[in-house]
């Protein structure tokens, strides 16, 4: 079975290259590309095909809503995991999303430890995004990895 294709829109170059190392790493998940806001994340829909999309929501040049919008009437059924640190339950920006197509949404964590970032991506976003993408739970394999404390030791998303 093809591994499940993931595009990751985000404007921080930190998080997408975090991500998809993360997801390459991942048994059963590939990343087929990143963009750094909406505008190139939909021509990236149509070169590469994915599975599911991994959105942030506050990006510059056209924002996760907007991208949203201009993704379903030519890709309806595309899933679309918003993570972002603007989402959150019953947050306006998340129903916003969820309304115009979001297929679930995962906040990003602010201040968890570099080691801890791995499992956290495992257990949350990893199954979201097999699930969303209807890809059955005994195919992914539990993976940990040293290389996940190093992979997140740069990263340390701080909220103002």
């Known amino acids: 079975m093809p591994d499940v294709r993931v595009l990751v829109v985000d404007d921080s170059v930190i998080v997408r290259r975090a991500l998809s190392d993360a997801i390459e790493r991942e048994q059963g ?7 750094p806001n909406g505008a190139l994340g939909l021509e990236l829909v149509e070169r590469s095909s994915p599975d599911v999309v991994v959105l942030d929501l506050d990006m510059p040049v056209l924002d996760g809503l907007d991208f ?3 993704l379903r009437p030519q890709h309806p ?9 603007t989402a959150g339950h019953a947050n306006e920006a998340t129903l916003e999303a969820l309304w115009r197509g979001a297929s679930d949404y995962l906040l990003k964590p602010h201040a ?6 791995g499992a956290f991506l495992r257990a949350e976003m990893f199954p979201r995004l097999r699930a969303i993408a209807r890809v059955p739970v005994e195919r992914a394999a539990p993976a940990t990895s040293a290389a996940d404390a190093g992979l997140w030791a740069s990263i340390h998303v701080a909220t103002p």
């Open 29 to 35: 998940l590939t990343v087929c590309g990143t963009a």
């Open 68 to 70: 949203l919008t201009r």
């Open 77 to 85: 059924r595309l899933p679309v995991l918003v993570f972002s640190g």
């Open 112 to 117: 968890l430890a570099a080691e801890e970032m």
